[in-house]
């Protein structure tokens, strides 16, 4: 939705993407004169120099495809009929060269409860028809479709399955809402942290319109999913920076209270209050600013320029994304618990409370994670056993000390022909072959231990922890 001229309407600020003046110029080292004068003599020229202005500091901002460098990817998002794909269309209008094109479709159905947009779509680079700047590493654009304005549990992670680049494109939030209703929250999480990493958000711009009530539950999702610390979801988590549009103020009063509240609730929401240089006032392409479709034959820079202000704002390099290597499964929830039945007693722990009893522990090897007392409980009971197999098991019958000596007695009388002396072929057969003997009565008790120490790494860890954990429980008066 757009807005009227200023022939018909004296208030020029409704395409000034934030709180600044729209009069301001990109050139620093111009007068205000000389622009006032340059306005005054040919205003169109003057709209045309200041986008081709703004799109030379966007291509300079993002940098060249030459040099390596990743395009950023905008997630757009926003209530049902918000104006996304509107915005969308706008900012691609915006940084090329070519006429209005309706790259995501867009428009309402009166009020009839349908949206346009249901399968997510991104819009890279090879998107543009004519960019304004062909070496440019220009944005890639997400249009989302499918919230509604309710802040769920689901809508959370919905919302994190797309910031963390796990929703393909041209699929859409149905079809996971359908996993969701098929397999719960667990059965959800699991498929689609099998998905490829496609796509992960670096900006987010969340589109509301000034004709409908803010969408509050749907921004608190939002907030919480792209900013989890504040969200006590502890440090070192993906933190991805958040932008705010407003869109539709055409035939509202901007001085109006009513504005005036909707625009404060919306800053509030975002977390945006004290922050208005990441919040725009938006026109966007559509009949209502361009009654007469000149769109269809041209760009129109009164449009562009305050998108392209708000856009270079959004892409400045300053802005980054925090713990950005982080990915989905490495953020993905607890399990959820089982449903409580109404009036059944709890069976977990409560919080906060003292636990009353050994917890489970899962069978897993003792690491070098495990806590100093457990690993030191685990091998000196570990070297205790072991000690005592090898005393037990691993002595022969007949020692081989023994046998050595019997054996040297017996060669020695063979050798000296004593005519006391005897020989038995049975005997000289085990003494030829005494060292085999040894050596053989030594493999099964081997294979045996080997078997024991590879057993005691899966048996012993769970009585080790639950050993460690009744240390240091506390007396019980």
């Known amino acids: 939705m757009g807005g009227k001229d200023d022939q018909q309407n004296p208030i020029s600020d409704r395409y000034v993407y934030s ?37 030379a500091d966007i291509a300079k901002e993002v ?16 209530k049902v009929g918000a104006g996304k794909s509107s915005t969308i269309n706008t900012l691609l209008t915006s940084m090329n060269t070519d006429k209005f094109r309706e790259y995501a479709m867009s428009g309402q159905f009166g009020g009839h409860g349908n949206q346009m947009t249901y399968l997510t779509k991104s819009f890279p680079k090879t998107a543009y028809r004519d960019p304004a700047h062909q070496e440019a590493c220009y944005p890639t654009f997400i249009d989302i479709g499918g919230f509604q304005n309710e802040e769920t549990d689901l809508n959370k ?4 399955i797309v910031f963390y680049g796990r929703l393909p494109v041209e699929d859409s939030l149905q079809g996971a809402k359908k996993v969701f209703d098929a397999s719960g929250m667990n059965g959800l999480r699991e498929q689609y942290s099998q998905n490829q990493e496609l796509l992960k958000v670096d900006r987010i711009i ?45 035939g509202i009063d901007l001085d109006s209270t009513e504005f005036k509240e909707k625009e404060k609730t919306f800053l509030e929401c975002l977390g945006l209050v004290g922050a ?9 392409y559509c009949s209502d600013v361009d009654p007469n479709d000149e769109r269809l034959e041209k760009y129109l820079p009164k449009i562009d320029i305050p998108a392209l202000k708000f856009l270079r704002q959004i892409l400045d390099s300053v802005y980054e994304v925090q713990a950005q290597h982080e990915s989905f499964t490495d953020t993905c929830p607890k399990p959820d618990e089982p449903p409580v039945k109404p009036g059944a007693t709890p069976t977990g722990p409560i919080p906060g409370a003292t636990p009353t009893g050994p917890t489970p522990f899962p069978l897993q090897p003792v690491g070098p994670n495990s806590s ?12 205790i056993i072991i000690a005592l197999f090898v005393y037990i098991c691993l002595a022969p019958t007949i020692p081989s ?24 072929g049975h005997l000289t057969n085990i003494c030829n072959r005494k060292i085999d003997i040894i050596g053989k009565s030594l493999m099964g008790p081997l294979i045996l231990f080997v078997t024991l120490i590879v057993v005691m790494d899966f048996v012993m860890p769970p009585i080790m922890q639950s050993l460690t954990e009744k240390i240091k429980k506390p007396k019980m008066d």
Do not use: W
């Open 19 to 55: 709180f600044g003046d729209d009069s301001s110029d990109t050139d620093t080292d111009v007068s205000m004169s000389s622009r006032r004068q340059r306005r005054l003599e040919n205003p169109e020229a003057e709209l045309r120099r200041r986008r081709e202005k703004l799109n």
């Open 63 to 78: 940098g060249k495809d030459s040099d390596g460098r990743s395009a950023l990817n905008i997630a757009v998002i926003g």
């Open 157 to 160: 992670e919905l919302l994190r």
């Open 206 to 250: 969340f589109v509301a319109s000034a004709q409908e009530v803010i969408p509050a539950n749907l921004i608190n999702c939002v907030v919480q999913a792209a900013n989890p610390v504040g969200g006590k979801a502890g440090k070192g988590k993906m933190t991805i920076p958040v932008f705010g549009i407003l869109t539709k103020i055409d």
């Open 276 to 284: 208005k240089q990441r919040y725009a006032r938006m026109v966007n």
């Open 372 to 383: 100093p007392l457990t690993l030191l409980l685990t091998y000196a009971i570990k070297g």
């Open 401 to 424: 000390k023994d046998l050595l000596s019997i054996c040297t007695s017996y060669e020695k009388h063979v050798s000296q022909r004593i005519p006391k002396g005897f020989s038995d």
